[in-house]
């Protein structure tokens, strides 16, 4: 199993609040991504990091931002958040080199009243 | 635009059958394909892999075939378990410049039947 760990695993919070949702992983790995899926749905790609001080946005416009201060850690936050943030959060990360398998954490489901 | 998708959104079986779960593709120059398997309440979990160079490739009680010609992409699952019940998702992989990014379809739901 992979050392991919996320927290929290569920949220409930209001309108306006500002959060951070964590991940950690204990490979090693240089690369890091953030997905959003909604519920029985495809994984869109928000952010992504080549390591150390690199973060890109991808491909699904999102008001969240990311940082990449520690190669372990890829902490995502949103500064106001809205029910239209409401989501399900999945964290991966993959080898520099080879063939790019990801492995995922648990994800944290985020509801915003 | 370019994507990839599965062909069913949903699949029951029988407990015991062999399962097969579909995959298009529409970028010829993807070079990589996984499967990922998620379960309720999980992240996505890497079941299997294929390179472009490859038409087949097995597992343990999963095949994943390969067809380029078509861009098409199959999982394979032999004697189909309860435990086996979830989302499977097929992503694809390929480089764009310094960049690989995957890109992954929506999911199969599979539901095995007692």
């Known amino acids: 199993e992979a050392d991919i760990y996320q927290t929290p695993r569920y949220l409930v919070i209001g309108t306006g609040k500002k959060i951070t949702l964590e991940c950690s992983q204990t490979m090693g790995h240089d690369k890091m991504y953030w997905y959003q899926q909604d519920p029985g749905m495809e994984l869109h790609l928000i952010h992504y990091?080549?390591?150390?001080?690199?973060?890109e946005k991808g491909d699904l416009s999102s008001e969240s931002t990311v940082s990449r201060i520690r190669t372990e850690h890829f902490p995502l936050t949103l500064e106001s958040a809205r029910p239209s943030h409401t989501s399900q959060y999945l964290c991966a990360s993959s080898e520099r080199t080879g063939l790019d398998e990801q492995y995922f954490g648990p994800g944290t489901r985020l509801t915003v009243t | 635009g370019e994507s990839v998708g599965l062909h069913l959104p949903t699949l029951s079986v029988q407990e015991g059958d062999n399962s097969i779960i579909n995959c298009a593709y529409s970028n010829s120059a993807s070079d990589y394909f996984i499967w990922y398997k998620q379960e309720s309440g999980k992240g996505p979990q890497f079941i299997i892999d294929?390179?472009?160079?490859?038409d087949k490739r097995q597992g343990q009680r999963v095949t994943v075939l390969l067809n380029k010609t078509v861009k098409h992409l199959s999982l394979q699952i032999a004697a189909t378990q309860p435990g086996d019940s979830a989302v499977y998702f097929c992503?694809?992989?390929?480089?764009?410049?310094?960049?690989?990014?995957?890109?992954f379809g929506s999911g199969t739901q599979l539901t095995v039947l007692p």
């Open positions: 294929i390179r472009s160079n490859m």
């Open positions: 990091s080549y390591g150390v001080n690199s973060t």
């Open positions: 992503a694809e992989n390929r480089s764009a410049g310094s960049a690989r990014q995957l890109t």
